[in-house]
């Protein structure tokens, strides 16, 4: 006989004193065991969790712990990174997207120096009052490097919820009851717990039920499916100008009212390709829910191109546009 998909939530002991600490211990034991290694989990030093929060806000674990790295180096303290220009710090984040982001975390690593002598907040409610700090950010702060007794809620760790009680929550049910599961004594590690289940574990599509140290707890076994539909993939084409001499090349700088990128520097933008009709090089792109076709032609910018001619020594140094930085990349420049 098949064992049933799914339990009524009521029987499973969730939301009650006893169920809530096996939920605890359970995952906590499973974290200690199998727990990622990964760069910002060497130290509990608020400076390193925030650059690591900040980071990995819409962006894949993966793709954060080289930057993160390297951008550590750089910037080894937020006094460091307070003092950095700008345009130094946009170049540190290159390729990571969002780059609002970046300007967020300078700001507010300035406000600190000036404010508090580069001193972090202890508590959720304070740390919110930094550029570029919301509830989650915030709450994952506070729990990590000060063991300040406050849940977190995001993705991962709202499908996780659902799933385990069988229903959809509204936001503040999602945070309520992330509070009473939390474990107060290690409220750092019960958030990077219930976040590492969600992204390796309990995955939006085909969840790892079988390995899951709570399936015997979960309503659903990874069957509850969202109300909301994911945003449908726009497809896009567009077109640049490689216009390269020697070890230089023609860029051009976004304004720096623009809404997208401010002051960030790329290639030409033209409105198709020119010369042949064949590209020299096309390549795929993705952002957010945009999917783009790149294809780039080597030759002359359009007359008028208001460009700078940049040694490819001085590119290092200047905040490229992912997309650009990845053009040069495929065309071997840099």
């Known amino acids: 006989m098949s064992r049933p998909t799914t339990a009524p939530s009521d029987t499973l002991g969730i939301g009650t004193p006893a169920g809530n600490r096996r939920f605890r211990r359970r995952l906590l034991s499973w974290y200690d065991r199998v727990q990622r290694d990964l760069p910002w989990r060497?130290?509990?030093?608020?400076?390193?969790?925030?650059?690591?929060?900040?980071?990995?806000?819409q962006t894949r674990v993966a793709a954060v712990v080289e930057h993160y790295k390297r951008f550590l180096r750089r910037f080894p303290t937020v006094a460091k990174l307070a003092a950095?220009?700008?345009?130094?710090?946009?170049?540190a984040w290159?390729?990571?997207?969002?780059?609002?982001?970046?300007?967020?975390?300078?700001?507010?690593?300035?406000?600190?120096?000036?404010?508090?002598?580069?001193k972090f907040p202890t508590t959720a409610e304070e740390l919110r009052e930094l550029p570029g700090v919301g509830r989650y950010t915030a709450a994952a702060i506070a729990?990590?490097?000060?063991?300040?007794?406050?849940?977190?809620?995001?993705?991962?760790?709202?499908?996780?919820?659902?799933?385990?009680?069988?229903?959809?929550?509204a936001t503040e049910e999602l945070w309520t009851t992330a509070n009473h599961l939390l474990a107060a004594k290690r409220p750092g590690d019960f958030n990077q717990a219930v976040m590492e289940l969600g992204a390796t574990v309990c995955t939006p599509r085909q969840p790892k039920c079988l390995v899951c140290p709570v399936m015997e707890m979960c309503a659903?076994?990874?069957?509850?499916?969202?109300?909301?539909?994911?945003p449908r993939q726009r497809k896009r084409e567009i077109h640049y100008v490689f216009d390269g001499r020697k070890d230089q090349v023609l860029l051009v700088?976004?304004?720096?009212?623009?809404?997208?990128?401010?002051?960030?520097?790329?290639?030409?933008?033209?409105?198709?390709v020119n010369g042949s009709g064949q590209p020299w090089l096309t390549l795929r792109h993705s952002i957010?829910?945009?999917?783009?076709?790149?294809?780039?032609?080597?030759?002359?910018?359009?007359q008028g191109t208001e460009g700078v001619w940049l040694a490819k020594t001085r590119l290092t140094k200047l905040?490229?546009?992912?997309?650009?930085?990845?053009?040069?990349?495929?065309?071997?420049?840099?």
């Open 288 to 302: 957010t829910v945009t999917d783009y076709v790149v294809r780039v032609t080597r030759s002359s910018a359009p």
């Open 319 to 334: 905040p490229l546009t992912g997309l650009t930085r990845k053009i040069l990349r495929a065309a071997h420049f840099i």
């Open 84 to 91: 950095a220009r700008e345009s130094s710090v946009l170049t």
């Open 253 to 272: 700088q976004r304004a720096r009212d623009a809404a997208l990128m401010p002051g960030m520097w790329e290639l030409p933008q033209v409105t198709n």
């Open 220 to 230: 659903t076994r990874g069957q509850l499916k969202s109300a909301a539909k994911p």
């Open 94 to 118: 290159s390729g990571l997207g969002y780059y609002r982001r970046a300007r967020m975390l300078h700001a507010a690593a300035k406000k600190l120096v000036r404010d508090r002598e580069g």
């Open 143 to 169: 729990s990590i490097a000060f063991d300040h007794p406050v849940a977190v809620v995001d993705g991962n760790v709202e499908r996780l919820l659902q799933r385990v009680l069988g229903k959809m929550l």
């Open 42 to 57: 060497e130290s509990r030093d608020p400076y390193w969790v925030w650059v690591s929060e900040i980071m990995l806000q």
